[in-house]
C-alpha cells in the first residue's frame, strides 16, 4: 500500500465521481438488495446531471482519497442541513462516505474521516453527523471507533424499499 492522500473533486471530475459512486454503493448494499431498487436508487441518484449539480452546490464538498494513482474512495460533505435534534449546533453532515471493496480495512475509510473532520474544523463546526443503515455493523463499528454515538433514527428509501437508518454524530470541540 502506498500512501493515501486526498484532493478536492471538481465538476471536471463529474464521470469519476459517476462511476466509483456506482461502484461503491453497488458493491456495499447489492447483496441486500433486489436489483431492481439498486438500479432505481443509482439511476436516481448517481446520474451525471446529479452529480454536476451536486458538485456545483456551494454546500456540498466532495473529497476523492487516492492510494498512490488509484481513486480508492470518496466523501460528500453537505453544510446545507442541520437534523431537528441538533439544532443549535454548527454541524457539517457527511453525506456519503465510501471505499472501494478491495479497500476496506486498509486505511481509507480512516482517512477520508480524518479529511472530513479537518474540513469540519475549518468551517469552526462544532460536530459532524451521518446516517448509516442498520444493518451495516461494520461501519457502525467503525464509526464508533472514532468516536460516533447514535443520536437519532430516520426511514431510507431504497428503490421501492423503506430501509431504517441510525444518526450518528461525533463533537469536535
Not at 469519476?16 to 461502484?23: D, E, F, G, N
Not at 436516481?44 to 458538485?55: G, M, P, R, S, T
Request: proline share 1%; charged share 25%.
Amino acid at each position: 500500500m502506498q500512501q493515501l492522500y486526498c484532493r478536492i473533486a471538481t465538476v471536471d471530475d463529474v464521470e469519476l465521481l459517476a462511476s466509483i459512486s456506482r461502484k461503491t454503493f453497488y458493491d456495499t448494499y447489492n447483496e441486500f438488495n433486489t436489483k431492481e431498487d439498486m438500479d432505481l436508487y443509482m439511476a436516481q441518484y448517481f446520474n451525471l446531471q446529479i452529480l454536476v449539480d451536486e458538485i456545483n452546490n456551494p454546500s456540498n464538498i466532495f473529497v476523492f482519497v487516492y492510494d498512490g494513482d488509484e481513486l480508492s474512495g470518496y466523501v460528500k460533505l453537505s453544510d446545507s442541513h442541520v437534523p431537528d435534534k441538533l439544532q443549535g449546533f454548527t454541524a457539517l453532515e457527511i453525506s456519503r462516505i465510501y471505499s472501494v471493496k478491495e479497500k476496506i480495512g486498509k486505511g481509507v475509510g480512516k482517512k477520508l474521516l480524518n479529511e472530513s473532520i479537518a474540513i469540519a474544523k475549518q468551517k469552526n463546526k462544532q460536530l459532524v453527523w451521518l446516517i448509516v443503515w442498520k444493518k451495516n455493523t461494520r461501519a457502525i463499528a467503525f464509526y464508533q471507533k472514532n468516536g460516533f454515538e447514535i443520536f437519532d433514527e430516520q426511514d431510507f428509501i431504497l428503490g421501492t424499499d423503506v430501509q431504517h437508518d441510525w444518526k450518528m454524530k461525533k463533537n469536535l470541540f
